[in-house]
């Protein structure tokens, strides 16, 4: 039987085991669980031998951002491909910013891509705990 490119990419099979542990953050395939109790993000950076991979996307209000983090939405093993959901790295203010900033929290947005996998050597993964977190209400003083 053929081998598909995904056997011959290290890098394939490490975002394999990467949906497969984002499904069980979310305790996604539980009978008996329905609170959403876990984190359903694993934020990630990919990286060629040169630098990160960034892209452009648009929020909802129309505003333009660059983004170098992601979310696995789903795999191809096979043609070793993604689709991935961009994620907007914001300050404690709310205000986007670049990922060597202070980040505060990874927005998630409905604009996605679909990625040829071999053509990145490396991931870094990020916490799940940045992703969609409460930005702090600060009370003006009077």
Known sequence: MEKGRCEEHCLC???E????????LSFEGFRF???????DTIPFVLSN???PFEVLGKTKSGLFFTTQVFRLECLDSWHCCAKLS???PVDIDGFPVDL???VFSLI???NCILVDLSCFCSIQPL???LVNRELPIVEPKC
Do not use: H
């Not at 085991?17 to 069980?24: D, P, Y």
């Not at 669980?33 to 984190?39: T, Y």
């Open 49 to 51: 031998s040169k630098c």
């Open 100 to 102: 060597c900033d202070e």
């Open 108 to 110: 998630k947005t409905n």
């Open 86 to 88: 961009l994620l907007l």
């Open 17 to 24: 085991q990467l949906l497969e542990e984002q499904q069980r």
């Open 33 to 39: 669980v329905c609170d959403e109790i876990g984190f």
């Open 13 to 15: 099979n490490e975002m």
């Open 127 to 129: 916490s799940p705990r």
